[in-house]
T-cell receptor, first 112, second 118 residues
C-alpha cells in the first residue's frame, strides 16, 4: 500500500551542527517529494521539493537528496539555527491516487 | 506568492452545531484543493480532495454527509462540519494546488483552523 516512513521522530542538535532527516516511500511510481516545516499552531510551509528526474537539490542551508533505486530521500539542514526548531514532514506524491502521502514527522530541536 | 488563507483561525462551538471553514488561494487559481485533519503530535491525514465545480472525493472512513465540501470557484473551497461533536475537535488544514504550468503537484497550505467542540 501507499506508505511513507520517516526517521527519526525526534532530533536534537547543537546550534551550528547539521541535521539529517530520512524518508522511505513504497510506491515506485511516486515522482514528487516535498518537505514541509510546521511550527506550533501553524500550517505546513513548503521549504524544498524534488522531482524524480533529479538526484539532489539545494537551497542555501537546505538540501534534499533522492535515491530512486532505494526509494528514499533525505533532508539536510546545515549550520542549524534555533529558528529551525519545528516539526518537519516529508511527503511523496502518488500519481495513481492523486494525493500526497505524509511521513509521521520529525520534531527538530536546535539547542542554542 | 502562493498564499493560502483560512477563516476562521479558531472556533469554539457547542455540540450539535455546524461550523463552516473557508479556504482561499489569494494570488493564484487552484485547480484542486485538499482538506486535511491533524490531531496533536500527529501527521496530516487527508480527508478529501475537491475540484472546482465537481463533487469532492473523500478518503476511506471520512463521512461525506458530516464533512460537506463545496469548491465554488478556483479560489475558494469550504468545509462544513455538520452536527459537530467533541471527537471532531482537531486542527483542520487546507491546501491548494496551483493551476500553473510546471508546478505539477506542488501544494501550498493554509494556516489551519483549530476547532474545539464543547
Amino acid at each position: 500500500g501507499e506508505n511513507v516512513e520517516q526517521h527519526p521522530s525526534t532530533l536534537s542538535v547543537q546550534e551550528g551542527d547539521s541535521a539529517v532527516i530520512k524518508c522511505t516511500y513504497s510506491d515506485s511510481a511516486s515522482n514528487y517529494f516535498p518537505w514541509y516545516k510546521q511550527e506550533l499552531g501553524k500550517g505546513p510551509q513548503l521549504i524544498i521539493d524534488i522531482r524524480s528526474n533529479v538526484g539532489e537539490k539545494k537551497d542555501q542551508r537546505i538540501a534534499v537528496t533522492l535515491n530512486k533505486t532505494a526509494k528514499h530521500f533525505s533532508l539536510h539542514i546545515t549550520e542549524t539555527q534555533p529558528e529551525d526548531s519545528a516539526v518537519y514532514f516529508c511527503a511523496a506524491w502518488m500519481d495513481s491516487s492523486y494525493k500526497l502521502i505524509f511521513g509521521s514527522g520529525t520534531r527538530l530541536l536546535v539547542r542554542p | 506568492g502562493a498564499v493560502v488563507s483560512q477563516h476562521p483561525s479558531w472556533v469554539i462551538c457547542k455540540s450539535g452545531t455546524s461550523v463552516k471553514i473557508e479556504c482561499r488561494s489569494l494570488d493564484f487559481q487552484a485547480t484542486t484543493m485538499f482538506w486535511y485533519r491533524q490531531f496533536p503530535k500527529q501527521s496530516l491525514m487527508l480527508m478529501a480532495t475537491s475540484n472546482e465545480g465537481s463533487k469532492a472525493t473523500y478518503e476511506q472512513g471520512v463521512e461525506k454527509d458530516k464533512f460537506l465540501i463545496n469548491h465554488a470557484s478556483l479560489t475558494l473551497s469550504t468545509l462544513t462540519v455538520t452536527s459537530a461533536h467533541p471527537e471532531d475537535s482537531s486542527f483542520y488544514i487546507c491546501s491548494a494546488r496551483p493551476r500553473l504550468a510546471g508546478k505539477g503537484e506542488t501544494q501550498y497550505f493554509g494556516p489551519g483552523t483549530r476547532l474545539l467542540v464543547l
